[in-house]
């Protein structure tokens, strides 16, 4: 029954975005926690924080954040961690040439293989 699955749930909070006001004022409108940080370095300072207190299984942050984070999410993604998933959403003011070549190097990676993608 549904009281069962509730207990069994952990202590964690689902989902939080961490951006500047614009991104924060959208996503608390549809219910999701918000931290309000318009600065990459504080915001990356942040995140930090949160997947120390365990606090949130998803953490939604921008393309320039995620940047800031790499070491941090590698070494979540080796020690085998299921929680926090990090959901990448692009900011205003950001290109999505950086996420792309992320992705090119993923799929290389994956593949065992460099691959050129027509540039």
């Known amino acids: 029954d549904a ?9 964690m909070n689902d989902i939080v975005l961490i951006g500047d006001r614009f991104l ?15 600065n990459d370095e504080l915001a990356a300072k942040k995140v930090h924080e949160l997947v120390a207190d365990e606090q949130y299984k998803i953490i939604m942050i921008t393309e320039n954040v995620a940047l800031k984070l790499t ?12 929680y926090p998933i990090f959901v990448i959403v692009p900011g205003l003011k950001q290109t999505f040439g950086e996420r792309e070549n992320q992705l090119k190097q993923l799929v290389s990676q994956s593949l065992g293989i460099k691959l050129k993608f027509g540039d």
């Open 3 to 11: 009281s069962h699955f509730n207990s069994q749930r952990s202590h």
């Open 24 to 38: 924060t004022s959208l996503f608390k409108f549809v219910g999701v926690d918000t931290v309000e940080e318009p």
């Open 71 to 82: 070491e941090l999410r590698n070494n979540l993604l080796a020690t085998h961690k299921l």
